[in-house]
């Protein structure tokens, strides 16, 4: 017997001693270890963890499903358009119960736009620019209207951002004109296939969630459905791991450390699902201060940063270049762009350039990373590695996402560099390239380049108004190849979502928006 | 002895007051704007405004200042930033996870620490004493988050004896909720298999966060007795013919126990501070993990409302430890006259 095992009896037989809790009958829920968002109201919050509220306690008149993303009715059976782009009709399915059994009818659906503009946080910023809150009204029991501004091409993208609520829910528990906002924030209010236990919520630590039978969809495509779901956010990598590979979860978060992707692989009770997503990987530059206010230094950059090196190496392969703003998989991409390589020797050429027509190369650039975040750790420190190489002295300066982009609100304060992603919130190169370089943005963290260029200002703005998909498509390639050209910040790779899940988790389908948490289209094996 | 203890809990109340203001400034000089977080990922600056409009966020400092001291003394902590949740709520669903973690570490901490100290002082310098020696340079060498894994590594996923992570098998949930202590609950409840579940769920972070304090209370222990046993009245004792044991368990133990009981009340700040990585890495549902992300989310509201909430949780345990010590040894009452 060798150490270990002797060891291992041992210490079993010590701790034998404590009784183990009984096993259940019942099939054991499905257990999420995927980020919980901090809030519960669909209103208040638009982020990555927000969308598995979204997706599995509300509904919105459409929704994204599948890779790539494809629109499909969902609450609305269908729409219409007027000519001038500025009037939109939507029908409502029949027969759309609630989570307490009441109808939705389209005074519900004008209720929970006018409160998503009323309380005006994220997830209505992409409507207020044309939507008015007397500007949408019921028509009919089943039709909604919404007359816009001016024409938006991105609306219908943004519409599943929206969750319809329970007006008569929510009535009660309205205090001090606060739409709600405080008791909708632990509870839910909506007709999704699954309802929150709010005795078992607590912020941030768990969500219990059971399946709504009545679900206006139905359960015919599922023969088994998941009928308990406990989310339980692990906060840790290491113990994510270990919890999944232990089977004390059923499913992390979608951002598995590459690292851990062959360990979780060669397990037999686990898996890594991966998944092409919509999430572009970008360092910034700050377009407004010396030296980046010069192309060829933001050119000198550009080729300075060791693309394969990175993807292949330190993310061992595991994303795929992607040379623009957009992500690759989406449309309005030209086809014929070839993204920036490493190569000190063009690096050093430009920078000799900038460093001739006055640019400051020499100072000291900082750079900001999320500390919490590795990869832009690694990023950073192999940047300033290679950088040095060409003379060029990069401070790395560990910050986080809430003062980063509370210091992007001015030019002055934004970083030289910082480093993130920019995921999916709706699918349409608005949500990329539009609000990224349209200098009507600065001032948000999107726009952080604080990049300016009219001709590119008018392209976006046309493709922005267009409804016509083909012209858009060609002003969006036309705007990229413009913007590449300008070489504004620093594109590097498109995110391959790495999920790890237990074997028994079936039917698990991957979309860029929610990131496969779907769970209605989930089942567990016994 | 009452006056004694109301003059201790009379000597907490500037120190608490000050901690007021303090944690108040600090949260004002941590970077940060709780009014971006709050708007979200995709806000625009006006939003952002309105939003630091809503939060008082744009009045002068003193004005916010006078505002808190008034909402702290009426108990009222305001609705956190990030969740849109009243603080006092979120607090009172974290606070008695912490507190179970907490006591259960310091309990493990001082019932295996005396004894262990005291054994190694009446084996001075004998293997015994080596091995506790050992021990204790290990407990305050050893970083809680290398042995928080090691454990989980051997007892969960080697062993596959004890759970890895949270505080109750996720299936059965936590019992119905009566003090917020999973172990008390689950007793109220009837429910003995619950109490074992979370004893089995406690196992594992409270010897991560104990172990330093054990090492501390042995060492001190250990130095405490040694430094008894040369006293004159020891020798007489012996003298006197009082057996070893009785000796040391009694007379010993009694007068050296003083400054270890001193130590239990500092151990407890360190214990809570040190919950904080040992809640994370257990996902133990506490006000630990509670105030990380309120930093990450510059949420200052709740920050404010931890710090209070500990520092009374401090002053209270440290008031409780005067009192200890004045029962242990009735100098002390008599010296504070």
Same mark, same amino acid.
């Given at each position: 017997?060798?150490?270990?095992?002797?060891?291992?009896?041992?210490?079993?037989?010590?701790?034998?001693?404590?009784?183990?809790?009984?096993?259940?009958?019942?099939?054991?829920?499905?257990?999420?270890?995927?980020?919980?968002?901090?809030?519960?109201?669909?209103?208040?919050?638009?982020?990555?963890?927000?969308?598995?509220?979204?997706?599995?306690?509300?509904?919105?008149?459409?929704?994204?499903?599948?890779?790539?993303?494809?629109?499909?009715?969902?609450?609305?059976?269908?729409?219409?358009?007027?000519?001038?782009?500025?009037?939109?009709?939507?029908?409502?399915?029949?027969?759309?119960?609630?989570?307490?059994?009441?109808?939705?009818?389209?005074?519900?659906?004008?209720?929970?736009?006018?409160?998503?503009?009323?309380?005006?946080?994220?997830?209505?910023?992409?409507?207020?620019?044309?939507?008015?809150?007397?500007?949408?009204?019921?028509?009919?029991?089943?039709?909604?209207?919404?007359?816009?501004?001016?024409?938006?091409?991105?609306?219908?993208?943004?519409?599943?951002?929206?969750?319809?609520?329970?007006?008569?829910?929510?009535?009660?528990?309205?205090?001090?004109?606060?739409?709600?906002?405080?008791?909708?924030?632990?509870?839910?209010?909506?007709?999704?296939?699954?309802?929150?236990?709010?005795?078992?919520?607590?912020?941030?630590?768990?969500?219990?969630?059971?399946?709504?039978?009545?679900?206006?969809?139905?359960?015919?495509?599922?023969?088994?459905?998941?009928?308990?779901?406990?989310?339980?956010?692990?906060?840790?990598?290491?113990?994510?791991?270990?919890?999944?590979?232990?089977?004390?979860?059923?499913?992390?978060?979608?951002?598995?450390?590459?690292?851990?992707?062959?360990?979780?692989?060669?397990?037999?009770?686990?898996?890594?699902?991966?998944?092409?997503?919509?999430?572009?990987?970008?360092?910034?530059?700050?377009?407004?201060?010396?030296?980046?206010?010069?192309?060829?230094?933001?050119?000198?950059?550009?080729?300075?940063?060791?693309?394969?090196?990175?993807?292949?190496?330190?993310?061992?392969?595991?994303?795929?270049?992607?040379?623009?703003?957009?992500?690759?998989?989406?449309?309005?991409?030209?086809?014929?762009?070839?993204?920036?390589?490493?190569?000190?020797?063009?690096?050093?050429?430009?920078?000799?350039?900038?460093?001739?027509?006055?640019?400051?190369?020499?100072?000291?650039?900082?750079?900001?990373?999320?500390?919490?975040?590795?990869?832009?750790?690694?990023?950073?420190?192999?940047?300033?590695?290679?950088?040095?190489?060409?003379?060029?002295?990069?401070?790395?300066?560990?910050?986080?996402?809430?003062?980063?982009?509370?210091?992007?609100?001015?030019?002055?304060?934004?970083?030289?560099?910082?480093?993130?992603?920019?995921?999916?919130?709706?699918?349409?190169?608005?949500?990329?390239?539009?609000?990224?370089?349209?200098?009507?943005?600065?001032?948000?963290?999107?726009?952080?380049?604080?990049?300016?260029?009219?001709?590119?200002?008018?392209?976006?703005?046309?493709?922005?108004?267009?409804?016509?998909?083909?012209?858009?498509?060609?002003?969006?390639?036309?705007?990229?190849?413009?913007?590449?050209?300008?070489?504004?910040?620093?594109?590097?790779?498109?995110?391959?979502?790495?999920?790890?899940?237990?074997?028994?988790?079936?039917?698990?389908?991957?979309?860029?928006?929610?990131?496969?948490?779907?769970?209605?289209?989930?089942?567990?094996?016994? | 002895?009452?006056?004694?203890?109301?003059?201790?809990?009379?000597?907490?109340?500037?120190?608490?007051?000050?901690?007021?203001?303090?944690?108040?400034?600090?949260?004002?000089?941590?970077?940060?704007?709780?009014?971006?977080?709050?708007?979200?990922?995709?806000?625009?600056?006006?939003?952002?405004?309105?939003?630091?409009?809503?939060?008082?966020?744009?009045?002068?400092?003193?004005?916010?200042?006078?505002?808190?001291?008034?909402?702290?003394?009426?108990?009222?902590?305001?609705? *956190?930033?990030?969740? =849109? #949740? &009243?603080?006092?709520?979120?607090? $009172?669903? !974290?606070?008695? @996870?912490?507190?179970?973690? %907490?006591?259960?570490?310091?309990?493990?901490?001082?019932?295996?620490?005396?004894?262990?100290?005291?054994?190694?002082?009446?084996?001075?310098?004998?293997?015994?004493?080596?091995?506790?020696?050992?021990?204790?340079?290990?407990?305050?060498?050893?970083?809680?988050?290398?042995?928080?894994?090691?454990?989980?590594?051997?007892?969960?996923?080697?062993?596959?004896?004890?759970?890895?992570?949270?505080?109750?098998?996720?299936?059965?949930?936590?019992?119905?909720?009566?003090?917020?202590?999973?172990?008390?609950? *689950?007793?109220?409840? =009837? #429910? &003995?298999?619950?109490?074992?579940? $979370?004893? !089995?769920?406690? @196992?594992?972070?409270?010897? %991560?966060?104990?172990?330093?304090?054990?090492?501390?209370?042995?060492?001190?222990?250990?130095?405490?007795?040694?430094?008894?046993?040369?006293?004159?009245?020891?020798?007489?004792?012996?003298?006197?013919?009082?057996?070893?044991?009785?000796?040391?368990?009694?007379?010993?133990?009694?007068?050296?126990?003083?400054?270890?009981?001193?130590?239990?009340?500092?151990?407890?700040?360190?214990?809570?501070?040190?919950?904080?990585?040992?809640?994370?890495?257990?996902?133990?549902?506490?006000?630990?993990?509670?105030?990380?992300?309120?930093?990450?989310?510059?949420?200052?509201?709740?920050?404010?409302?931890?710090?209070?909430?500990?520092?009374?949780?401090?002053?209270?345990?440290?008031?409780?430890?005067?009192?200890?010590?004045?029962?242990?040894?009735?100098?002390?009452?008599?010296?504070?006259?």
């Amino acid at each position: 017997m060798g150490f270990r095992r002797l060891r291992a009896a041992v210490l079993a037989a010590a701790i034998a001693t404590l009784p183990v809790a009984p096993t259940l009958a019942q099939q054991r829920p499905l257990v999420w270890g995927d980020t919980l968002p901090a809030t519960l109201d669909p209103h208040a919050i638009f982020d990555v963890p927000s969308q598995f509220v979204l997706l599995n306690v509300y509904d919105g008149l459409y929704r994204y499903q599948g890779n790539p993303p494809q629109l499909v009715p969902w609450l609305a059976e269908s729409h219409t358009t007027s000519a001038d782009g500025l009037t939109w009709d939507f029908t409502l399915r029949e027969g759309i119960r609630f989570h307490d059994g009441s109808a939705m009818t389209a005074d519900d659906v004008v209720y929970s736009f006018r409160r998503l503009l009323a309380m005006n946080r994220a997830p209505a910023a992409a409507f207020t620019p044309v939507l008015r809150a007397e500007n949408v009204t019921a028509t009919g029991p089943r039709t909604v209207r919404f007359v816009l501004s001016s024409p938006y091409a991105p609306f219908l993208s943004a519409i599943p951002l929206v969750a319809i609520v329970n007006q008569r829910a929510l009535a009660p528990h309205v205090a001090n004109n606060d739409w709600g906002a405080t008791w909708l924030a632990a509870n839910s209010a909506g007709s999704g296939a699954y309802r929150v236990d709010p005795a078992n919520y607590q912020t941030r630590v768990s969500m219990d969630l059971a399946r709504f039978p009545d679900h206006f969809m139905g359960w015919g495509h599922n023969q088994r459905p998941i009928e308990q779901v406990r989310a339980r956010p692990v906060l840790e990598t290491s113990t994510r791991v270990l919890a999944l590979l232990r089977g004390e979860i059923d499913a992390t978060d979608s951002y598995l450390p590459t690292d851990q992707v062959e360990r979780v692989d060669r397990n037999a009770r686990t898996r890594v699902a991966r998944d092409e997503s919509m999430r572009v990987f970008i360092i910034r530059m700050n377009n407004r201060k010396p030296p980046f206010d010069n192309r060829d230094a933001r050119l000198c950059f550009a080729h300075a940063f060791n693309y394969q090196g990175f993807n292949e190496v330190i993310l061992r392969g595991l994303v795929v270049r992607n040379g623009g703003p957009n992500p690759n998989n989406l449309w309005g991409n030209p086809p014929d762009l070839t993204p920036y390589a490493f190569n000190l020797e063009t690096a050093r050429q430009h920078c000799d350039r900038a460093r001739a027509a006055g640019a400051p190369i020499g100072r000291e650039i900082e750079i900001h990373i999320q500390s919490e975040l590795e990869q832009t750790t690694q990023a950073a420190q192999m940047f300033q590695a290679d950088l040095r190489r060409i003379g060029i002295n990069l401070r790395i300066v560990p910050n986080t996402w809430a003062n980063i982009t509370s210091a992007t609100a001015r030019a002055e304060s934004t970083p030289d560099m910082w480093i993130h992603w920019v995921s999916t919130y709706f699918v349409d190169p608005e949500n990329w390239v539009g609000q990224m370089y349209d200098s009507q943005f600065h001032g948000t963290w999107k726009a952080s380049a604080w990049y300016t260029n009219a001709e590119v200002d008018t392209l976006l703005r046309r493709a922005r108004a267009s409804l016509d998909r083909a012209e858009r498509e060609q002003l969006y390639q036309q705007a990229t190849r413009q913007i590449f050209a300008d070489s504004p910040d620093i594109w590097v790779y498109n995110t391959l979502n790495l999920r790890g899940l237990t074997r028994r988790v079936e039917g698990y389908q991957f979309s860029p928006v929610g990131s496969g948490g779907e769970i209605r289209l989930m089942s567990l094996a016994n | 002895m009452a006056r004694y203890v109301l003059r201790r809990l009379l000597l907490a109340l500037p120190a608490l007051f000050g901690l007021v203001i303090l944690t108040f400034v600090l949260s004002r000089v941590i970077p940060g704007d709780p009014a971006a977080t709050l708007a979200g990922d995709g806000a625009t600056p006006a939003q952002i405004a309105e939003l630091r409009a809503q939060y008082g966020l744009d009045r002068p400092i003193l004005e916010q200042a006078v505002i808190h001291v008034r909402q702290v003394l009426t108990g009222d902590f305001g609705r *956190s930033i990030f969740s =849109g #949740r &009243p603080v006092a709520e979120e607090i $009172a669903q !974290r606070l008695p @996870a912490t507190l179970e973690l %907490t006591f259960a570490a310091l309990f493990l901490a001082t019932f295996l620490g005396i004894p262990l100290g005291l054994v190694a002082a009446l084996n001075h310098n004998g293997p015994v004493d080596h091995l506790v020696r050992l021990l204790s340079v290990g407990g305050l060498a050893i970083a809680s988050f290398w042995l928080a894994i090691m454990l989980q590594l051997v007892f969960s996923m080697d062993l596959d004896v004890l759970p890895l992570r949270g505080r109750v098998d996720v299936a059965t949930g936590l019992p119905p909720r009566v003090t917020g202590f999973v172990l008390v609950d *689950s007793l109220v409840a =009837g #429910r &003995p298999d619950m109490f074992m579940d $979370a004893l !089995r769920h406690l @196992a594992l972070p409270a010897i %991560t966060l104990s172990l330093p304090g054990l090492a501390t209370i042995a060492r001190f222990t250990r130095s405490g007795v040694l430094e008894t046993l040369q006293k004159d009245f020891v020798l007489y004792a012996r003298a006197a013919g009082y057996g070893r044991i009785r000796l040391a368990a009694i007379y010993v133990l009694r007068n050296a126990v003083t400054l270890v009981v001193t130590q239990v009340g500092l151990l407890f700040g360190a214990l809570i501070s040190g919950a904080v990585a040992v809640e994370a890495i257990f996902d133990w549902p506490g006000l630990g993990t509670y105030a990380v992300q309120a930093i990450l989310s510059a949420d200052y509201k709740a920050l404010l409302a931890v710090t209070m909430v500990v520092g009374v949780v401090y002053a209270v345990v440290n008031v409780t430890v005067d009192v200890a010590q004045a029962l242990i040894d009735p100098r002390v009452a008599e010296d504070a006259r």
